[in-house]
């Protein structure tokens, strides 16, 4: 079945507790050369068929249920087309 992909990140001017607790682990562990990490959230929402009106679909959804407006962006509306790269839908 095709599916959606729903990416949410934190606004950039907000403190993201958990991507500097990620930030800091990585560097305790060595990880040289990893900056600032954010960390957000990916929903993968399985659809009968992709089309514009889906991705639409999806998209409001992203907007008034997946995400919070006041601290998270969505980021990308999208799905995988045949050869694995993903199509988003235009913001």
């Given at each position: 079945?095709?599916?959606?992909?729903?990416?949410?990140m934190p606004?950039?001017?907000?403190l993201d507790p958990?991507?500097?607790a990620v930030?800091?682990?990585?560097?305790?562990?060595g990880?040289?050369?990893?900056?600032?990490?954010?960390?957000?959230?990916?929903?993968e929402?399985?659809v009968?068929?992709v089309t514009?009106?889906?991705?639409?679909?999806?998209r409001r959804?992203a907007e008034?249920?997946?995400s919070?407006?006041v601290?998270?962006?969505?980021?990308v509306?999208?799905?995988?087309?045949?050869a694995?790269?993903?199509?988003?839908l235009?913001a």
């Open positions: 079945m095709p599916t959606v992909v729903v990416e949410v606004k950039p001017e907000l958990q991507g500097k930030t800091a682990v990585l560097q305790r562990l990880f040289d050369g990893l900056g600032d990490v954010r960390q957000g959230k990916r929903f929402i399985v009968a068929e514009p009106e889906v991705l639409a679909t999806a959804a008034e249920v997946l919070n407006p601290i998270e962006d969505v980021v509306v999208g799905a995988p087309d045949a694995g790269d993903r199509i988003d235009p």
